[in-house]
């Protein structure tokens, strides 16, 4: 049960642990480098969190869940949770840009998943199944007009082979 004040409700460190899915180590640590700004005390030295740090912290983990990193996080933690984002094209730009790298990332996990699909169905490695044509044909899903991925490199082509690499690895 939150601890009630006179103005509004408040939350333990535990409480706000269990309910954004933060350890309390985590938090701490948040608070330690400035992520979060230092919680209140009680005169016993406990943290008292409000429904405001809830939600800043819940804005961290979406954050954390999208792959930015802590330091990148910084100036959207600064903005009002309120705020039109159309006032801070600076923040969008980064947003925007950080979608446009997840993209790439997921583009490139794609060739990965094409890859192996490809291996698993002919159950063999021939170095041409390895181009970007041989891959794309392959598809399942029928897509067309999907960027090309550039193509596998010897190094990766040794990787995904079924053949001890040389250096018997």
């Known amino acids: 049960m939150a601890i009630e004040s006179m103005d ?20 701490r ?4 480098i400035a992520l979060l ?27 954390k869940k ?3 990193p802590l330091e990148e996080m910084r100036p959207f933690l600064k903005v009002s949770i309120d705020a039109d984002m159309g006032d801070y094209p600076e923040l969008v730009e980064k947003m925007v840009q950080h ?20 291996k698993l169905a002919q159950g063999k490695y021939r170095p041409s199944d390895c181009e970007v044509e041989g891959v794309y044909r392959s598809r399942s899903d029928g897509r067309k ?5 550039a193509p596998f490199s010897t190094a ?6 079924a053949a001890p690499s040389e250096s018997g690895h």
């Open 156 to 161: 990766e082509l040794r990787y995904f082979s």
């Open 8 to 27: 509004k409700r408040t939350f333990s460190i535990k409480q706000v642990a269990e309910r954004t899915g933060i350890t309390v180590d985590t938090l």
């Open 66 to 68: 999208t792959g930015m």
């Open 99 to 118: 979608r446009a790298d997840i993209v790439e990332q997921i583009a490139s996990l794609q060739q990965v998943v094409d890859f192996i699909d490809l």
């Open 29 to 32: 640590y948040y608070e330690k």
């Open 37 to 63: 700004p230092r919680a209140k005390r009680k005169e016993n030295g406990h943290r008292v969190y409000h429904q405001e740090d809830l939600d800043t912290i819940r804005l961290v983990n979406c954050l």
């Open 145 to 149: 007009g999907v960027p090309a991925p």
